[in-house]
Nanobody, 122 residues
Framework: QVQLVESGGGLVQAGGSLRLSCAAS????????MGWFRQAPGKEREFVAA????????RYADSVRGRFTISRDNAKNTVYLQMNSLKPEDTAVYYC???????????????WGQGTQVTVSS
């Protein structure tokens, strides 16, 4: 499995931007599809975005499509989530996750980071 560490969360006003990073350990990062999920208080964890091992295929939740962009740099073992036009409803703990094939289902992912808090004020 791969170990994941997220960073880049924080407090931002509505309409602002943040970029989350997820650094992975190990030499096999480029073999993994990566996903971003989020969990708000009292809610279930939900899919945000995912990318294939090469970055050539991406998937987005309807709620973030057009505002968020997932990307990866396999040379740096890092996946990113650029979040623009943030809304208060984007407030959540954001997690990155890894698995060997592209998926949008949290149950399919076996490796998770510890999460990073994103808070969007109105």
């Amino acid at each position: 499995q791969v170990q994941l560490v997220e960073s880049g969360g924080g407090l931002v006003q509505a309409g602002g931007s943040l970029r989350l990073s997820c650094a992975a350990s190990g030499r096999t990062f480029s073999r993994y599809a990566m996903g971003w999920f989020r969990q708000a208080p009292g809610k279930e964890r939900e899919f945000v975005a995912a990318t294939s091992w090469s970055g050539g295929i991406t998937r987005y939740a309807d709620s973030v499509r057009g505002r968020f962009t997932i990307s990866r740099d396999n040379a740096k073992n890092t996946v990113y989530l650029q979040m623009n036009s943030l809304k208060p409803e984007d407030t959540a703990v954001y997690y990155c996750a890894a698995r060997r094939g592209l998926s949008q289902d949290a149950a399919d992912f076996g490796s998770w980071g510890q999460g990073t808090q994103v808070t969007v004020s109105s």
